[in-house]
């Protein structure tokens, strides 16, 4: 029954999230290639940093950081809203009466199922905003499709892949495990389950926000 | 059967509950009554372990609840059925997912098994075509008859029943409370009641215990409860004017 409840959020939290991932991410990677050729325009720079600043950047900070506020919005609520709920109808003090752990059985599998499945969300979303940018700035005559594939592969290390892996893990840990928190330990009805909601959603963005500061600073520096 | 001894709770300086002793037997309909505030839920959730008291023990067949290790905490729990007040349906699940829960955690049984159990539990609570419905699609007897499957699903020794008539027309209640009555003789189990319904006292209390502003104030059966002389218990008793007409009729 765990497995299959680990099964059940990765499609509740994981795919469901698709859709908003992939959308944010094309429209991401578009922006940043137009404002980039926009500012480097004049000869000077190569245009092929385009594609290069565009893979940088998204690897490095937009893909994990700005998918991981993204996902707080819409995953983190959700999860405090629902355990609040479970809390205030009885229906957490129900299982635990029964003899199962609530906090093992409602939060364990949250939390395993977003670690997991938050790195190939930023994978999809990595490479979603390089395909955006390379349709907005080819099709905006912004750059040249030679210019940009260049800048994408030039001078390419693995080591911003993992470091983006393992802000993904991190991240993914925060989305689930602070909303759980604030939902697992509501008290009170309707009016508290809300503000807890909002609370939750706050505090995992300030916390992802000081987390991918620490983090930058201890693998990049 | 359960023993509490000596069971005193308090909330900061405020106390709730001071040194109840009572005995809920086996085989019969325990009801704890009394007003709002009495403290009828702290006792009810001190016994089921969902808060510790200050003092005291809770003696579930001579072992206590409060000294036993996790596993024997958690092994016990199987053991108890419990009815909430508002039903505590699990919300996202049918009325087939809710029965079965405590199943699929817990037994080895195959998906054959457990489905004729759900079938038997909710043959046995009378409920029939709402296997596939969710609990905002019942009405409020549904929704208890519902919470009564599932609580008896794993067969418990125990069953608590938290306000089972709350928000039920008088003669739904009434067979709800023949419901608990039934199920309380025919498994032979340790049914304990929390209500403040005088027709449900008068109708299943085999043996009761009225609390008043956190004391035990009497103990008894249905029958000696309408001849008793206790005044915070006559108070409580004959505070609706329904009441007061029937003892009037009596004398």
């Known amino acids: 029954m765990f497995r299959q409840n680990i099964l059940d959020e990765m499609v509740t939290l994981g795919v469901s999230s698709l859709p908003i991932v ?33 893979r940088e ?10 998918v991981a506020l993204i996902l707080v919005g819409k995953i983190g609520s959700s999860i405090s809203s629902q355990l609040g709920t479970m809390r ?80 993904s893990l991190v991240f993914g840990f925060i989305i689930t495990s602070v909303p759980a928190y604030f939902g697992y330990y509501v008290k009170g009805g309707s009016v508290e389950v809300a503000k807890a909601s909002t609370t939750a959603v706050v505090q995992s963005s300030i916390i992802i926000l000081a987390i991918n500061y620490v983090l930058t600073q201890l693998l990049l520096l | 059967m359960i023993e509490i001894k000596n069971l005193s709770k308090s909330f900061g300086e405020r106390p709730v509950l001071n040194d109840i002793n009572f005995t809920f037997e086996k085989g019969k309909n325990n009801l704890i009554i009394g007003a709002s505030g009495s403290g009828k839920t702290t006792i009810t959730k001190c016994i089921v372990g969902l808060q510790e008291p200050n003092t005291g023990i809770v003696n579930y067949d001579g072992k206590n609840f409060w000294e ?44 054959k098994e457990m489905n004729d159990r759900v079938d038997f539990c909710l043959e046995r609570v009378n409920l029939h075509g709402v296997k596939a419905l969710f609990p905002d699609e019942l009405s409020g007897g549904m929704k208890k008859r519902v919470g009564i499957a599932r609580a008896i699903s794993m067969q418990p020794k125990y069953l608590f029943c938290d306000e089972p008539n709350s928000g ?53 059966s249905r029958k000696d409860i309408l001849q008793t002389q206790n005044k915070e218990l006559t108070d409580f008793i004959y ?10 009729k009596a004398n």
């Open chain 1, 22 to 54: 992939a959308i944010i991410s094309f429209f991401m990677g578009a922006v940043i290639t137009i404002q980039t050729a926009s500012n480097t325009g004049g000869g000077l720079i190569p245009l092929y940093t385009v594609g290069f600043a565009v």
């Open chain 2, 68 to 111: 036993m290790d996790r596993k024997e905490k958690a092994a016990l729990r199987q053991s108890i059925g419990f009815l909430f007040q508002g039903g505590a349906l699990f919300d996202s699940m049918t009325v087939e997912e809710n029965v079965k829960f405590a199943l699929r955690v817990f037994s080895n049984q195959t998906q």
């Open chain 2, 168 to 220: 039920l027309d008088p003669q739904t209640s009434v067979v709800i409370d023949q419901l608990i009555s039934e199920i309380t003789y025919e498994y032979d189990i340790t049914t304990v009641v929390i209500t403040h319904d005088m027709n449900s006292v008068l109708e299943i209390g085999d043996n009761i215990m009225f609390l008043h502003n956190g004391d035990k104030c009497w103990d008894g």
């Open chain 1, 88 to 167: 205030v109808t009885e229906q957490i003090d129900a299982i635990e009466i029964m003899g199962v752990n609530s906090a093992s059985f409602l939060v364990q599998p949250k939390i395993i199922a977003l670690v997991l499945l938050n790195p190939i969300l930023i994978t999809l979303s990595i490479f979603l905003s390089i395909g955006g940018g390379f349709i907005a700035g080819v099709s905006s005559g912004a750059i040249t499709p030679y210019d940009y594939d260049y800048g994408v592969q030039y001078e390419f290390e693995a080591f911003d892949y993992y470091y983006s892996m393992i802000k």
């Open chain 1, 57 to 66: 950047s998204v690897i490095l900070e937009f893909s994990p950081t700005i």
């Open chain 2, 239 to 248: 505070a609706s004017n329904f009441m007061k007409t029937i003892r009037e």
